[in-house]
């Protein structure tokens, strides 16, 4: 069985193993797709089609995928509506770089599945751009969440991956992986907005010259740090800066 399914949920987790105790390795968006080796009563065994990412999911939360063209949510949230109408909103909600397909359009609302949402809160995938960090302050104190993937909770090379997933740009989930693929290397005095810090299991991005932003487990909230600080209490630890990389 070589299959697609699109995660029919507002977030699913992508489990080391086929136990929802297990440890959570990534996480898969409302809309996006995973493709499926092997089943067993409960669970998916195979890869995210983004980023190949291996790993259990939990069937429930799957449809089988039908052809379609989709869009992003490019606010933090969109809510949810009964109907095409202001007064029919509902407390449910999708998350940022969520896809949906339209299946329909009435009064500035697009239709999904059995719900609505507003057209401003999308953009079609087939645009591009390179200002990744366009809406990195949706994820401004956002909790440390290992193995997290959205504005609900994310990891250090999560929250990278989502802003490159933002723009329509492929990025490896996990740190070690994100600097491998990344090619260009940069020194500490020619850094410059956007380029991308590597520790040994972590990654953080400058926002300019003297400021980082970044998933920091030891703060358990996504923070703005000062770079010199931050290489700083990281070499105290035995973990030195290992390179800065210009990701566009």
Same mark, same amino acid.
């Given at each position: 069985?070589?299959?697609?399914?699109?995660? %029919?949920?507002?977030?699913?987790?992508?489990?080391? /193993?086929?136990? =929802?105790?297990?440890?959570?390795? /990534? #996480?898969?968006?409302?809309?996006?797709? +995973?493709?499926?080796?092997?089943?067993?009563?409960?669970?998916?065994?195979?890869?995210?089609?983004?980023?190949?990412?291996?790993?259990?999911?939990? $069937?429930?939360? +799957?449809?089988?995928? $039908?052809?379609?063209? %989709?869009?992003?949510?490019?606010?933090?949230?969109?809510?949810?509506?009964?109907? =095409?109408? %202001?007064?029919? $909103?509902?407390?449910?909600?999708?998350?940022?770089?969520? !896809?949906?397909?339209?299946?329909?359009?009435?009064?500035?609302?697009?239709?999904?599945?059995?719900?609505?949402?507003?057209? %401003?809160?999308?953009?079609?995938?087939?645009?591009?751009?390179?200002?990744?960090?366009?809406?990195?302050?949706? +994820?401004? @104190?956002?909790?440390?969440?290992?193995?997290?993937?959205?504005?609900?909770?994310?990891?250090?090379?999560?929250?990278? #991956?989502?802003?490159?997933? /933002?723009?329509?740009? $492929?990025?490896?989930?996990? /740190?070690?992986? #994100?600097?491998?693929?990344?090619?260009?290397?940069?020194?500490?005095? &020619?850094?410059?907005?956007?380029?991308? !810090?590597?520790?040994?299991?972590?990654?953080?991005?400058?926002? &300019?010259?003297?400021?980082?932003?970044?998933?920091?487990?030891? @703060?358990?909230?996504?923070?703005?740090?000062?770079?010199?600080?931050?290489?700083?209490? !990281?070499?105290?630890?035995?973990?030195?800066?290992?390179?800065?990389?210009? =990701?566009?």
């Amino acid at each position: 069985m070589n299959k697609s399914f699109t995660c %029919n949920n507002q977030l699913t987790n992508i489990y080391k /193993s086929a136990n =929802p105790k297990s440890e959570v390795v /990534s #996480q898969i968006l409302f809309g996006e797709k +995973f493709y499926v080796t092997k089943k067993n009563k409960l669970f998916y065994e195979g890869f995210s089609v983004y980023d190949h990412y291996k790993g259990y999911v939990l $069937k429930k939360h +799957f449809i089988k995928t $039908k052809p379609s063209k %989709n869009s992003r949510i490019i606010l933090k949230k969109s809510f949810l509506y009964t109907a =095409p109408d %202001n007064s029919k $909103k509902i407390k449910k909600y999708l998350l940022f770089n969520s !896809l949906v397909s339209i299946l329909d359009e009435k009064n500035n609302f697009i239709k999904i599945n059995k719900y609505w949402i507003k057209k %401003n809160s999308i953009n079609k995938t087939i645009i591009k751009s390179n200002n990744f960090l366009k809406k990195i302050f949706f +994820f401004l @104190k956002t909790k440390y969440l290992w193995g997290g993937n959205s504005i609900l909770g994310i990891d250090c090379s999560g929250l990278v #991956q989502e802003l490159m997933k /933002s723009i329509n740009k $492929k990025c490896p989930r996990d /740190s070690k992986d #994100q600097f491998k693929f990344f090619k260009k290397n940069v020194s500490l005095n &020619n850094i410059k907005r956007g380029d991308l !810090l590597f520790w040994k299991g972590h990654v953080a991005i400058a926002l &300019n010259k003297k400021k980082l932003i970044h998933a920091y487990g030891p @703060k358990k909230k996504v923070i703005i740090m000062s770079i010199t600080n931050v290489i700083n209490i !990281l070499s105290k630890k035995n973990l030195p800066l290992v390179a800065i990389k210009r =990701p566009l």
